[in-house]
């Protein structure tokens, strides 16, 4: 077996229009066609691919309980034993004016020995994300510093 790339990953969330909102605004992913699931969700595309699938979690027995099992979404904030997800991405200045004109707080660091440079943002439901920029790129911290500040 060989693993191309991430397909896509799944969030239950209690806050389905929020989240929409987060990763149109904060990750420039657009909402595109879904199967007709009988629980309400949203695809998020990355150009032709539906790389962020969101379900809106539901307080009794329903479709997504039905489709996927049920899963106690609550115990650890949102995210349960998932920690982040990660994208790959080019342009960190743009990024980084992005979350500045959306007002959206970011940690920012240096992976060491790599210098690859971190910025990792909170959805609206507890999860990190995390968006990883190659060293070739301009940040707005000392890149030679793990630990920067935490951006406003």
Known sequence: MKIDRLDHFTVRTAKLA??????????????????????????LYNGEWPIVHLAANEPSEGGLHAYLGTRDIDRDGGS??????????????AFEARLRALGMGYRARTVPAQHEYQV?????????????????????WDGSTEYPSERP
């Open 120 to 140: 990792f943002v909170v959805d609206p439901n507890g999860m990190t994300i995390e968006f990883i920029f190659d060293s070739s790129e301009t940040a707005s």
């Open 18 to 43: 929020e989240t929409t909102t987060f990763f149109e605004q904060v990750a420039g992913l657009k909402v595109g066609p879904r199967p007709p699931f009988r629980f309400d969700g949203r695809w």
């Open 80 to 93: 349960g034993v998932l920690d982040h997800i990660a994208f790959r991405c080019v342009d960190l200045p």
